[in-house]
Each structure stands twice: as C-alpha cells, then as structure tokens.
C-alpha cells in the first residue's frame, strides 16, 4: 500500500495557480447575475435606456415621476453581496509625498436663487490640488432661467452661478447641454472660459493639465434630453444606458491612448452615466467600467444618478485578484499592474430636488501617484439657509432626524473604513 502513494501523488493536478486559476471575466459577476424579481412597475422605468418617448408615453412618465420620489433602494443579490466586501477593501487617501489629490463632485444643477454663494459653505470639503464637477445647467446670459418659462426638466442658470463654484474643471457634456440649444451651449461655454475654469466634454479630447504631474480629465454623456435637436458640435456621445448591447467604446480608447502619448500621467474618465434614482449601478454599468479601465483609464468617476452609488477599487494585471463577486480585475495586452478606481455616482452637488437622497451627495477625493493610491468621502447637502438654498458639510447638520437617518444610511451603503 505504501508503494501506492508516490503513483497517487503523481495522478493528483496540481493546483492552478496565477491566471490559470482564473474563470473567464465574462462567466462571473458582474456579467453573470441573477435579476431582480417583482419589481414594481416604477422601478423598472429607465430614461437612458431611450427606448420610450416622455411626449407620448404618459404611462413611463407616470411612472418615471413615482420613482424620482420613491427611488429604487434594491439591486441584485450579487451586487449587493459584491459590495458589501469591496466596501470594506477600499483604501483610505494617501499621504505621500508625490501624490496628487483630486476633489470630486457629481452634478452641479440648476438652484432657483442664490446663485453666486449657494457652494461656498461647502467648500472645505474640497481640498484637493484640483477640483472637478458636473454642470448640470447652461448657463446662458440671454434666456430665461425659470423652468416655467423653458419646459419640465428644462435647465437654465444665471452665470452668476459660476461666480462661487469651488472647481477648477467642468465636464460641460450630459443630459441638460443642450436644453436652450447649440446657442446656449455656446454662450456657457464663453462664460466658463471668461472665469478661467478648465472644461470637457465639448469639440475636443478633453482638458489636460500639468498641475500635479500631469492629469488628463476626459469626459463622455449618455446622451440628451432634447432628441430633436442636431447639434453642431461633438458632445461625446456614448449611449451606456442601451441595454441591448455592449456600447462602442472605440471612441474612449482612442482619447485615452491619445492623452497617454503626450505624457500625461494619470487619465480620469469623466462618464455621466447610470440610471436615474437607482441606489445602486446596474451590473450593466459595472461591465463598462472594467472596459474602460482596461482601455487604460486610471480613474471612472460617475454622475447622472442623483444619488450616491459604492465605488471600487480594480486590478489590472494583478493575477492574485481572481474576477468575481467582491473583486475588480482586469487584465490587458501591455501586462502592466496598476490600481484604478471607479466612483459609480456621486450623487448631487446643489439641487432643487424634493427628497433628502436626492439632496445629499458626497464629495470624493482620490489620490494618485499616478494611479490611484486612496480614496475618501464625505456628505453634502442642500438645505434652506438665510438667503436661500445652500449646499453644506452633511456631518454639520444632523439636527434634522431625516438628515440624519441619511448619513447612517451613507455610512452602511458606501462604507466607512475611507470616509473622511
């Protein structure tokens, strides 16, 4: 018997080991999963998905209008296991010597009043060499600003409203650009520049910069609110939100590719995104995601939402980190290991909208050197302050019980081993 057991160990494989051990990325979460049954009829309704029409179908509409008050809080049993472990692996920021800190905000929108002191409250929060933001309004000189006077869901904001953003780079391309048209657009463009901040999205690859090593910030919209419009200028235009096939990201790689050749860094993706109302990305968006960090980007940062989403941390080329539930882990031709990272939703930065999830958004800050070395959070929302509405720190006011009920339920959702 004893003979027998050289010739039984021989017979045993061995273990797999390195990307032998890993699965096909496509057989595993998040392109396998199972969906979400008896779901009411609101919580399936999806603007993005373009495939109904807000003139005619007042069903959708009915429906659309139920979920921006209600939301959708569930996801699938695999999304929600996946990010209860990756929440718990995110690293906090970094505080090395060469590392550049970034300041991100979701989406910038229309106020109603106070419009050049709305942000300043909150403006600590941003402490990073950069800080970026979603404009969710033209800012148009010569047109009405009260949607009353420009259609349901139709943006317009003073330029006064510029005035006291705490930002330095504007994405300019998302749903709302063209809502008073090509010449609207073209107007908050001249105003934007005429303050100096940076800007993306619009006619070109994106903004770059040499602050902080080199940071290239290139930005993509799912589409427009006004489908009847053909504008004259190119809004990177990439339909995320159709879910009956994987969109053409020919476009991205090639911008990523291009920013990379001229030195640059560190590249962010700037994607506005995601479905509306929805607590949690879709296992949809999480494909794209690990697309377009496998094209090359370095940092994913959503908005679109309008509420906050978990984020995680991917690995590229790193054979350890098999692809699955509580993982992200790509691999690519060039072989090259680096950490990157994706923010799905930060939510709103100002807003006008009635709930407090809607109202309270987080401000990200992500370090790199020059891929992404930490992450961190923290809350803001608007609130009625004495001369109109005002976006503040969440941590300072918690004397509201819903406010507060909110920022527990922030700390569950996101996570808190990275919350500043």
């Not at 179908?57 to 209008?65: A, K, P, R």
């Not at 339909?239 to 590249?267: C, Q, R, Y």
Request: hydrophobic share 40%; aromatic share 8%.
């Amino acid at each position: 018997m004893l003979l027998l057991l050289p010739l039984l160990a021989a017979c045993t494989p061995a273990p797999k080991v390195g990307y032998d051990a890993w699965p096909e990325p496509t057989e595993v979460y998040p392109w396998v999963y199972t969906p979400e049954a008896d779901l009411e009829p609101y919580e399936e309704v999806r603007w993005e998905t373009e495939t109904w029409d807000p003139g005619s179908d007042t069903e959708q509409v009915g429906f659309y209008l139920f979920k921006a008050l209600n939301h959708r809080k569930g996801a699938p049993e695999e999304s929600l296991e996946h990010f209860s472990i990756m929440r718990d692996t995110l690293p906090p920021v970094s505080t090395g010597a060469d590392d550049v800190s970034l300041s991100f905000v979701g989406d910038v929108m229309w106020m109603g009043e106070n419009w050049s002191t709305f942000a300043l409250p909150a403006a600590g929060l941003l402490d990073g060499d950069l800080r970026i933001g979603n404009l969710e309004t033209p800012t148009d000189p010569g047109r009405a600003t009260e949607p009353s006077d420009l259609g349901l869901y139709t943006f317009n904001a003073p330029p006064e409203m510029l005035d006291g953003l705490p930002l330095d780079v504007l994405q300019l391309n998302n749903n709302h650009s063209l809502d008073v048209e090509d010449a609207g657009l073209e107007a908050t463009i001249a105003e934007v520049e005429a303050r100096g901040f940076l800007h993306t999205g619009i006619d070109g690859r994106g903004a770059f910069t040499s602050s902080g090593g080199g940071v290239g910030f290139l930005s993509y919209t799912w589409g427009v609110n006004r489908r009847d419009i053909t504008s004259a200028h190119d809004l990177n235009i990439i339909p995320f939100g159709h879910l009956d096939g994987e969109p053409d990201l020919t476009s991205l790689g090639e911008d990523i590719a291009f920013a990379k050749e001229n030195g640059l860094g560190s590249v962010v993706v700037l994607v506005h995104w995601g479905f509306e109302y929805e607590y949690y990305p879709d296992p949809h968006f999480m494909q794209i995601g690990r697309r377009i960090v496998a094209l090359g980007a370095d940092l994913v940062v959503g908005e679109g939402p309008h509420v906050a989403q978990p984020a995680e941390i991917c690995h590229v080329n790193n054979p350890a980190v098999i692809p699955g539930i509580g993982t992200c882990s790509v691999r690519t031709e060039d072989g090259e290991p680096r950490t990157a990272a994706i923010l799905y939703s930060l939510g709103n930065f100002g807003t006008t909208m009635p709930t407090v999830p809607c109202q309270t958004g987080i401000v990200a800050t992500v370090t790199l050197d020059p891929d992404v070395t930490g992450l961190g959070w923290a809350g803001a929302i608007t609130v009625d302050g004495e001369q109109g509405l005002e976006v503040v720190p969440l941590e300072g006011a918690l004397d509201d019980l819903e406010r507060a009920a909110e920022s527990e339920r922030l700390d569950a959702h996101l996570g808190v081993g990275w919350k500043r």
